[in-house]
């Protein structure tokens, strides 16, 4: 038999077949574009755990801004370079251009961007009729990086709304990364918010989402005292019952297939509704079942291979890249019932001294498997992996017996 359609996608930043629920964050951000446009600016931050939908939900914001007429300016991929301050601002300023250069060549903005010739005088004019300020002076050593993109931001303001549009908004992601670094003496996030915040109490519609994994929030109020007047939050979460069924189906019916309401009910209690899973068992079920309509006896004969495959391609990975005493410090962790576990609790099941304990609690998170959820009170940032641990934990006793 030749391979079938299967419009499942698991993977970092796949968009999905059906971008399932999320009409709350859509609502949010439809209402803070509509605040943008009455000239009331906001930024939002975008935070969650890995594989929850963030970066999907990035690309239903961007095309709701192009439905909107505010011009999106993003960036996908934000990493660690770029908390030197050139890096960030070539990026800032890469981005800003490449927004400034799709919208040059859109029939319906093209005379109105050649009159805002008249009102700058561009430095850097890339494809013809293209109209986009580059500062004439070079970053100089001593002048703040705020007040360099405060003036670049506000003179090309005039391209922005000259070709139309009622405001910019920033849709950047894996913006966790980007902090700042008093070792080197660099301050690229407090500038940037410093930035932002300028442009905004002039009056310009400059407006940031920034999205990323749970440290992002800690990363901006350390920056800046003001961050949590300047963001509101919005926690992207795992889809709920009725989102998590509507993710499957609606892909299913486009191909002529459907899973029984067993099968469904059964993948919505395993993967807890977190999107990722969702598509990997349903794309693994799809690729694994040949009738078309898939009952409860198909998913039980394969469920066992999904869930090692799961384990396999998903946990084991991570699992490699940390050490063994890490490995015993996770297993204590994984015994802690509950999303929060604290310190205290988790000790009683800890065999290393209070030192090693704390580094590798210190390591876990920064290897992004752990994350500090208040004060002496950790969670792990991936779903089902306290029970994957619990698992590993059984079939090594199993072994043990048996060895
Ligand atoms: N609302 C949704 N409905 C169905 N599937 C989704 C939804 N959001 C994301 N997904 C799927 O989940 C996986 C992870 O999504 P992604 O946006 O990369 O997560 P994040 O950026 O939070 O790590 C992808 O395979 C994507 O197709
Ligand atoms: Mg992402």
């Known amino acids: 038999m030749g391979k079938r359609v299967n419009p499942f996608s698991p993977g970092a930043g796949l968009a999905p077949p059906h971008l399932a629920g999320r009409e709350a964050e859509r609502e949010k951000f439809l ?18 755990l890995r594989g929850m939908g963030k970066t999907a939900l990035m690309d239903e914001f961007k095309q709701m801004c192009d439905d909107q007429n505010i011009l999106p300016v993003t960036e996908p991929q934000y990493s660690k370079q770029h908390c030197k301050p050139s890096k960030f601002v070539g990026l800032l300023k890469y981005n800003m251009r490449a927004a ?16 805002a010739v008249r009102y700058i005088k ?30 670049y931001l506000i003179k090309n303001w005039k391209v922005v709304e000259k070709g139309g549009y009622d405001g910019v908004v920033f849709l950047f992601d ?9 070792r080197r003496d660099w301050f690229v996030l407090s500038d ?76 919505v209690k395993e993967t807890g509704g977190y999107p990722y899973f969702i598509q990997f068992y349903a794309k693994e079920i799809l690729d694994r079942v040949d009738n078309n309509n898939v009952k409860i006896k198909d998913y039980e004969r394969i469920r066992g291979k999904i869930t090692a495959l799961l384990d396999r391609d998903f946990f084991d990975l991570r699992m490699a890249q940390i050490t063994d005493s890490q490995k015993t410090t996770l297993y204590a962790m994984s015994n802690v019932k509950g999303l929060d576990i604290t310190f205290s609790a988790v000790k009683k ?35 089902l992996f306290r029970e994957y641990l619990l698992r590993q934990q059984e079939s090594t006793k199993g072994s043990d017996l048996n060895g």
């Open 31 to 48: 209402a803070m574009l509509c605040d943008i446009r009455d000239g009331n600016v906001k930024n939002m931050v975008v935070h969650g």
């Open 174 to 182: 894996e913006f966790h990364t980007v902090c700042n670094s008093e």
């Open 349 to 383: 099941y800890a065999s290393t001294n209070n030192g090693t304990f704390a580094k590798n609690l210190t390591r876990l998170e920064e290897k992004g498997l752990i994350y500090k959820a208040k004060h002496g009170v950790y969670r792990f940032t991936l779903p």
């Open 192 to 267: 940037f918010m410093g930035a932002l915040d300028e442009v905004q109490k002039r009056g310009y519609r400059y407006a940031a989402v920034l999205c990323g994994l749970p440290i992002l929030q800690n990363n901006l109020k350390a920056a800046r005292s003001y961050s949590e007047r300047m963001f509101q939050s919005l926690w992207i979460s795992v889809l709920d019952d009725a989102d998590a069924r509507t993710a499957i189906t609606k892909p299913l019916g486009g191909i002529g297939r459907s899973f029984s309401r067993g099968v469904l009910d059964s993948i």
């Open 122 to 151: 561009p430095t850097s004019v890339g494809i013809p009729g293209m109209v986009y300020y580059e500062p004439s002076y070079e970053m100089e050593a001593d002048m703040p990086l705020r007040n360099y993109m405060t003036d």
């Open 100 to 115: 400034i250069e799709t919208f040059s060549k859109l029939e319906k903005t093209k005379s109105k961007i050649q009159s």
